[in-house]
């Protein structure tokens, strides 16, 4: 008399801890490096659970729900891993020897009960399924966590790419360096002018002379930088814009004539102090 898919659901959900176990112990003897006690011990926590799952998930009627119910508990492990793992080859890396453990032990399980052919390919089905799904996840999951990551990287460049430093008393430099695109520009106009004005200063040196190249959008963000800081009340100097990068703001038709201009922050500074 042939098995039932019932009775190998009900083995898999009592026995779903020690089949987890077994399942760790074969993903580290395939390993060639150490794996650490806490990436052990998060496998531990998913591999039962999955084992639960898919007793549940063999009885459902159709792929969709399966999806449904499995989605957010793949999502949630995926998160875990994501934050463990610094790159995607490390998570995708032993899903083909994964899912041949699944299949083999599967496959053997469905002979060991002796269910029909199609009841096996059932069985087997609804498996990759869901190891597809996991699949699925863990690069998404990855790639929006590792995403969330750079932008966050990215916000603290910008603030480092843009450092007001403090001269003297009142005056202060704001060195321009490497290459300004519409972002950076963009940050210098919404963050550095309020923080500026925030701390006190009489002047500020806009100093061009670590900066590589600019265009006509970034060159009108600069403008409008020294126009903000005009109606804070904070005179802007200019320094150490190099003749060929003057050359390509007076092409863009920005005027920069009323501001005073120094070959570098020393003169600059020197200004100040004769004015004084």
């Given amino acids: 008399m042939m098995g039932s898919i019932h009775t190998l659901a009900a083995y898999l959900d009592e026995y779903g801890e020690k089949l987890g176990e077994k399942l760790i112990e074969y993903s580290i003897g395939k390993m060639e490096i150490d794996i650490p006690d806490h990436v052990i011990e998060q496998s531990r926590q ?3 659970p999955f084992f639960h799952f898919l007793a549940k998930a063999l ?5 969709q729900q399966v999806a449904d119910e499995f989605l957010e508990w793949s999502r949630q492990n995926s998160e875990t891993q994501a934050a463990m793992m610094d790159k995607l080859s490390s998570m995708i890396k032993p899903y083909p020897e994964t899912r041949m453990y699944f299949s083999k032990l599967m496959g053997d399980l469905c002979l060991e009960y002796e269910l029909s052919a199609k009841d096996t390919l059932h069985v087997l ?30 916000k603290e460049i ?6 007001v430093v403090p001269l003297q008393h009142g ?3 704001l060195p321009l360096i490497g290459k300004i695109d519409s972002e950076r520009a963009e940050h210098l106009l919404t963050k550095t002018a309020p923080a500026i004005s925030e701390l006190g200063l009489e002047y500020v040196i806009i100093d ?20 903000v ?4 009340g904070i005179g802007v100097i200019m320094s150490g814009m190099r003749p060929s990068l003057a050359q390509h703001v007076i092409l863009t038709g920005i ?22």
């Fill in 46 to 48: 998913a591999n039962a």
């Fill in 59 to 63: 009885l459902y009627e159709d792929d």
């Fill in 125 to 154: 089905n609804r498996l990759n399924y869901m190891m597809d799904i996991s699949l699925k996840e863990s690069i998404l999951v990855f790639e929006q966590y590792k995403n969330a990551i750079n932008e966050e990287n990215r």
């Fill in 158 to 163: 910008l603030a480092l790419s843009a450092p």
């Fill in 171 to 173: 005056v202060a430099v």
């Fill in 208 to 227: 061009f002379s670590g900066l590589v190249s600019i265009d006509s959008e970034v060159a009108g963000h600069v403008f409008d930088i020294t126009n």
């Fill in 229 to 232: 800081l005009k109606l804070l």
């Fill in 255 to 276: 005027n920069f004539s009323t501001i005073r201009t120094f070959s570098n922050v020393k003169q600059a500074l020197e200004s100040m102090q004769l004015n004084d």
